[in-house]
């Protein structure tokens, strides 16, 4: 083949495929109150979101799932979720990963997500939500997926750790950072809602 | 796509074929590519480059594949062109077939007198495309959102409505409009629909 000065073009062939776009149905809405849950963590340790909201505290959810590249991208090639938990847990901040994945679907059960804790030595508590039920309450389509609840009890921000969609480099800008330091200071939310992005979380039918 | 090129030479975006619309369990609704994927990237050469050289292009392509679960891979691409005189250039059939498929499957840029009308006031898209079947509007991340683009996104006949978020109404509706129409053919359109207000 040859290439001459007017050969302007090059193929790149490549199976892809995509990360999750803009659209998504039903998320629960900042500025409204987030959905109360109860759910037991892998150690059996009862988490009620009321208790939370009565206390006042800055709580943070993760939608989690132990096999997904996005979730290995924060929580084991970096230390994105327990970095932030480290340090605004100094500050009162409660951080909580959530686990929607219905019984036999990729990084579903006790014992994996037990196992994941340790191997990716999470500090927070992995709550296990199979039902699906909080998931599609706040309407959580990826993992990761970010919420931030106010000492108020109502969304403060829902959506994307960061501005990095790709499952290996960080981003720029965190917008649970952001909204967490806003949040703390008793500022509005600047960026409140962006588009998550991840693996898809995985429901039952 | 990482590029590695000889000095001069610069590679530009990649053009992606037009997704499709893809809802999995748990209303979870997103916009694929699936099977063979091709996607053109403009080279720009330099002027200078001498005839009687070998140029070697190199990329390196990372990408992630999700089907029930999502699967990273990753590879190397390299190739080596000799650089001849536009008068001894061959024509590389196999490339310009390939060329020509991948832009058949690029959405295209509406045409004069533009196939699709819209109407969008108070937070309202209307799209309408004479004569379709079937209407599925795909908005990119930068376009103004949706309020439910699951129920709305998509529409039987002619005519598709959409709620805009009342807070977008200073962004511009971009993305792929697919228009099916009778026998199966399926047109891409690219959508660009200025903002209701001045941003």
Request: charged share 40%; proline share 8%.
């Given at each position: 083949m040859s290439l001459t000065r007017t050969y302007r073009q090059a193929v790149a062939a490549a199976l892809v495929l995509f990360c999750f776009a803009p659209g998504l149905a039903r998320a629960a809405a900042v500025g409204e109150p987030a959905p109360d849950f109860t759910l037991t963590d892998t150690d059996g340790k009862v988490h009620a979101l009321a208790d939370l909201v009565g206390a006042q505290r800055v709580v943070v959810l993760e939608w989690f799932n132990p096999d997904c590249p996005f979730i290995l991208k924060h929580h084991q090639h970096h230390r994105t979720m327990d970095d932030l938990a480290a340090r605004y847990g100094e500050q009162g901040v409660i951080w909580l990963a959530i686990n929607s994945a219905a019984a036999g679907k990729q990084g579903a059960g006790l014992e994996r997500n037990q196992k994941a804790r340790q191997e990716y030595k999470m500090s927070m508590p992995v709550l296990l939500d199979e039902s699906g039920a909080v998931g599609k309450a706040y309407g959580a389509k990826t993992t990761p997926h970010m919420f931030v609840i106010a000492p108020d009890g109502t969304i403060a921000y829902a959506g994307a750790?960061?501005?990095?969609?790709?499952?290996s480099t960080l981003g720029k800008t965190n917008y649970v950072a952001d909204a967490l330091d806003a949040v703390l200071a008793g500022k509005p939310v600047a960026v409140e809602d962006t588009p998550a992005y991840g693996c898809s979380v995985k429901y039952g039918p | 796509l990482v590029w590695e090129l000889p000095a001069g030479f610069a590679a530009g975006e990649p053009v992606w074929p037009a997704p499709h619309r893809h809802v999995a369990a748990g209303e979870i609704l997103d916009h694929v590519l699936d099977g063979e994927v091709v996607a053109v990237v403009p080279l720009t050469v330099p002027a200078?480059?001498?005839?009687?050289v070998d140029v070697t292009l190199r990329c390196r392509v990372e990408w992630l594949i999700c089907h029930d679960v999502c699967v990273p891979g990753r590879s190397e691409a390299a190739r080596t062109f000799a650089v001849v005189p536009p008068e001894q250039a061959g024509e590389d059939r196999d490339g310009a077939r390939i060329l020509a498929a991948a832009r058949a499957r690029q959405p295209r840029p509406l045409p004069a007198p533009s196939p699709v009308r819209w109407r969008r006031n108070d937070n309202i898209l209307v799209l309408e495309a004479p004569g379709a079947r079937r209407l599925v509007l795909m908005p990119q991340r930068d376009s103004a959102r949706a309020v439910d683009l699951l129920r709305q996104g998509e529409a039987d006949g002619d005519r598709l409505r959409l709620d805009l978020r009342p807070e977008d109404a200073g962004r511009p509706v971009a993305g792929v409009l697919a228009v099916h129409a009778a026998g199966d053919v399926v047109t891409h359109w690219q959508l660009d629909i200025p903002s209701e207000e001045p941003p």
């Open positions: 750790i960061d501005d990095d969609r790709s499952p | 200078e480059v001498a005839a009687g």
